[in-house]
């Protein structure tokens, strides 16, 4: 069966330090990977997602970068983070349309930076 | 690119009593719409899909319907329990892409 690992679970960091989140994915090859990113309180926001090696879409121009250095590991990253960085990153997996298309989540990073 | 719209934001319903959230989206080329639920602290969890082929599908206490036409899909939970208290996520997918509403608490009242 697939499984999907996120870590940390929580990170606190002050403003201007550098962020690497990983995610890896188990069970599967050539997944959908996405980054999402849930603010307190509020909705689930499509950061990155990535449909290869390689391949990575933005969806927020912000101030995170996201890669797919191996074809089921996905890294969000930041040089220098900032307040509004804050919150509850999620790392998801799913295949293709023609392989059923349903989104799993990891579970999660809870990130505050001061 | 898709927009999808959620309401109500917030939900409460008498213990027993049936819960319906509806979401509507812009692409009309979406084709598959799957709902999530979210208890605090934790990772969303798929409950229920549908996909743009089909109107109506039920599991248990839960069903999803879905107008193409009218391009809006609605979560129905009957005989609501305690345990149904959470956050709902609607959501449409489309290329790759799943676009997730803004979300509905729903409070079961005892």
């Known amino acids: 069966s697939q499984t999907i690992h996120q870590w940390p679970a929580t990170l606190v960091q002050p403003v201007g330090s550098p962020l690497s989140l990983e995610c890896t994915v188990e069970?599967?090859?050539?997944?959908?990977l996405y980054w999402y990113r849930q603010a307190a309180g509020r909705g689930l926001q499509l950061l990155f997602y990535s449909v290869g090696i390689g391949q990575i879409s933005s969806e927020v121009p912000q101030n995170l970068s996201a890669s797919r250095p191996q074809d089921r590991q996905f890294i969000l990253s930041s040089k220098k983070l900032l307040l509004s960085d804050s919150g509850f990153y999620l790392c998801a997996w799913s295949l293709d349309w023609d392989r059923g298309g349903k989104l799993f989540f990891g579970s999660g990073t809870q990130l505050s930076v001061l | 690119g898709e927009n999808v719209e959620q309401h109500p934001s917030t939900l409460s319903v008498q213990e027993g009593d049936s819960a319906v959230i509806k979401c509507t989206y812009s692409?009309?080329?979406?084709?598959?719409f799957p709902w999530y639920k979210q208890e605090l602290g934790k990772r969303p969890q798929l409950i229920i899909d549908?996909?743009?082929?089909?109107g109506e599908k039920k599991d248990q206490r839960i069903a999803v319907t879905l107008n193409k036409t009218a391009k809006h899909f609605s979560l129905h939970i009957t005989e609501t329990q305690p345990e149904d208290s959470a956050v709902y996520f609607c959501?449409?997918?489309?290329?790759?892409?799943?676009?997730f509403g803004k979300g509905t608490r729903l409070h079961i009242l005892p």
């Open positions: 959501a449409g997918y489309r290329d790759d892409k799943i676009i």
């Open positions: 692409d009309s080329a979406s084709n598959y």
């Open positions: 549908i996909r743009s082929n089909v």
């Open positions: 069970g599967t090859s050539n997944p959908n």
